[in-house]
């Protein structure tokens, strides 16, 4: 059996106005899930399933999804390789937007129809209808594209935190980055020509390279360079007339992690928050005695973010988004068609945009 907040729930019938009515409801429809009953891999052990119709209490609210990506922490999951091994059997998808369908007797600060995302981080968004506390839930502005709404709560927010969390950075500053195709790295480079903030992005060695180049500089970078542009003695003398920056983020570790160190000024902060190499991270003893550099890690999950900070800063976040100001590139996929989009995320079709699945 399946814990509550795992269970989503197929609407018993198609009329909108039917549904969103607030009348009195004890139970859920069932539920079409992607499920797995042992970790692996994902395009192996997931599969379709109904589930049996939840309780839903008085605190409860009854909420039927919209959108829900698919990001590699969900793959690692799957896998059992993720840091948080999930207990099986499982449902997937840690992220996503729905719209609420129902409410329990007590529940008055949400109502059918109003969009939210979770407030905190659960399995199970890889369903048609969840049900969960009111207090794990968050209401957003439904003017917000659906796309974004389901996946603001974990690239941008990260973005969002490793840039305020570690460095007091202010107007004429400069951070670099490596990664910097990445949802997270578009996001910080949005963010950072937002508030006056210059960038240092560099991408891999690809035959498009330029072409990524000339997109990044469009999202507001200020210098995007190749890992082989990079190989020279003195890197510092790329930058012009930028600033060496304070903050460094790596999400690839081995050579890549080195070259953000490199660009660092004394006192410089780099975090890691991934490791797409599966390569270890070399300092050399000089950045630490003579340049005072400080290695940080990141991850979300173990933020802890107080409701308040979390409120805001998703606010925020989909208010660029409204606003045309944050944006990166997504490819919608129906709900029915999952095991196409985890094909994708998986990397079996070659580079694809971030899958997100729609219910």
């Keep these: 059996m399946l814990s509550k907040h ?3 729930v197929v609407p018993l019938c198609h009329d909108k106005q039917t549904s969103l009515l607030n009348i009195p409801t004890t139970v859920s429809p069932s539920s079409t899930a992607v499920v797995y009953d042992q970790h692996g891999p994902p395009d192996i052990v997931t599969r379709f399933t109904e589930i049996p ?3 839903i209490n008085e605190n409860d609210v009854c909420v039927r999804m919209l959108a829900a990506p698919v990001n590699p922490a969900d793959i690692n999951r799957i896998e059992g390789v993720y840091p948080v091994r999930p207990a099986v059997p499982g449902t997937g998808g840690w992220e996503g937007v729905g719209e609420v369908h129902a409410v329990g007797s007590t529940v008055k600060v949400l109502s059918p129809g109003d969009w939210v995302i979770h407030s905190a981080y659960l399995p199970g968004t ?11 839930w968050y209401k957003i502005d439904k003017s917000t594209p659906i796309e974004y709404a389901a996946t ?5 927010l990260s973005a969002l935190r490793m840039m305020e969390d570690f460095v007091a950075l202010k107007p004429g500053d400069t951070i670099v980055q490596n990664g910097a195709t990445s949802i997270v790295g578009q996001c910080v480079i949005q963010l950072a020509r937002d508030r006056g903030i210059h960038s240092i992005n560099i991408i891999r060695d690809k035959s498009e390279s330029d072409e990524v180049k000339e997109k990044l500089i469009k999202l507001g970078a200020d210098k995007v360079f190749t890992e082989s542009e990079l190989e020279v003695k003195c890197v510092k003398n790329l930058l012009d007339d930028i600033p060496e920056p304070l903050l460094g983020l790596n999400c690839i570790g081995g050579n890549a992690a080195t070259m953000v160190i490199k660009f660092l000024k004394q006192g410089g902060t780099m975090v890691t928050y991934g490791g797409m190499s599966k390569k270890p991270i070399t ?9 005072d550099i400080s290695l940080k890690g990141y991850w979300l999950q173990e933020k802890n973010l107080d409701k308040a900070q979390y409120r805001c800063s998703i606010d925020y976040l989909l208010a660029l988004a409204r606003a045309g100001r944050l944006k990166y590139e997504m490819e919608m996929v129906p709900f029915k ?4 989009a985890l094909e994708r995320a998986m990397g079996k079709h070659g580079s694809r945009r971030k899958q997100v699945l729609k219910f």
């Design 6 to 8: 795992s269970h989503f």
């Design 53 to 55: 119709p939840v309780e």
């Design 126 to 136: 890889w369903q048609t209808y969840v049900v969960e506390d009111q207090s794990l």
């Design 152 to 156: 603001v709560s974990v690239n941008p």
């Design 283 to 291: 300092i050399s003893t000089t950045s630490f005695i003579f340049k």
């Design 337 to 340: 068609d999952f095991h196409t």
